[in-house]
């Protein structure tokens, strides 16, 4: 814990005293409020209605000369605060590519790009993130590293090169993670867009038995004037010893703008779990939400959310049941 608020503070200092002398700095973020009535299987927690944690992003920017940059997210969320991402990015040392170097942010999935936990909800159509993310197939993964970020004709390339033990400094090995995707419009097929994004990751330590991670999610996106639909499918893959666990997951959501204000949007994902080729649990997420402009930056979002795990008795690896209403303002400045 330390450590880990003395790396705060360090970056902190070092991204504060350091701004006069940069040329161009560049501010953004969002905020996210709210409050929730969930109704929970435990009947310690039936009807919960809370204030939800205060989410925030913050994002900022600084041209330090021509081709380097340095970025850096703080981000506060259940109640914690953190420096997600701190990194050097060099665009004039590889022919149309960008050079990222220290604690980087690789996006699993469409959802990694807009995951509401840390207050992105402005491109979220929903409050909360499908089965996929509460699962840990999509989400931002972030580790320290570098990656490369290019563009091949339609095609955006995303690639990175880390520790091997996400979310962590060092891993005690010399295994990394390696992890691409790529992106980008279907030039035949207007409005149409695919994304594909992979990872392999071994956990473990010198000596110390199998930790190893592969996931991979594809993303389809249609976009027809108000009405989008996207389909998710994710697989994921954890070793850990001799137990081997496998996610097989489809997320499909669909969107409609009724006018400049407000939109609906509804969002059926699941995630089958699996233990040693032997089913464990399913679970499943529905979610329906309505979202009302406030102003060009703020939005008014209400959800519903119905959540439902099949599993064994023996399996008590995912979260319960439950259903209920959700509300938020999300501002983006």
Known sequence: MKKTLGYLLASLVVVFVAMPAFAEIEWSGNVAVGIENIDKADPLTKENLQFTDALVNLDV?????????????IRQADSLLETRKVAVELSDLIPNATLMVGRVVFPMGKEADSQTEGANMMKNAMIGNSALYDQGV??????YGMALKTTMGAVNCLLALTNGNVGAARDNNSDKAMMIRLDGDVPAV??????????????AATNAPKNETTNMVIDAAYAMDALTVGVTYGDGEKEVGTT??????????????????????VRQSKVKISENSVDTCEVTKLQVGINYKLA???????????NKNKEKPTNLKTDADYDGIKAAIAVRF
């Open 61 to 73: 920017k600084a041209e330090i000369a021509d081709g380097v940059t340095a970025v850096a997210q």
């Open 138 to 143: 999509t989400g931002q993964l972030v580790d």
């Open 190 to 203: 207007e409005g149409l867009s695919l994304a594909a994004s992979y990872m392999t990751n071994d956990a």
């Open 244 to 265: 081997k666990t496998e996610k097989d997951c489809l997320a499909i959501e669909a969107s409609y703008a009724m006018n400049d204000t407000c939109s609906v949007a």
């Open 296 to 306: 060009d930056n703020t939005l008014l979002k209400v959800e519903y959310v119905d």
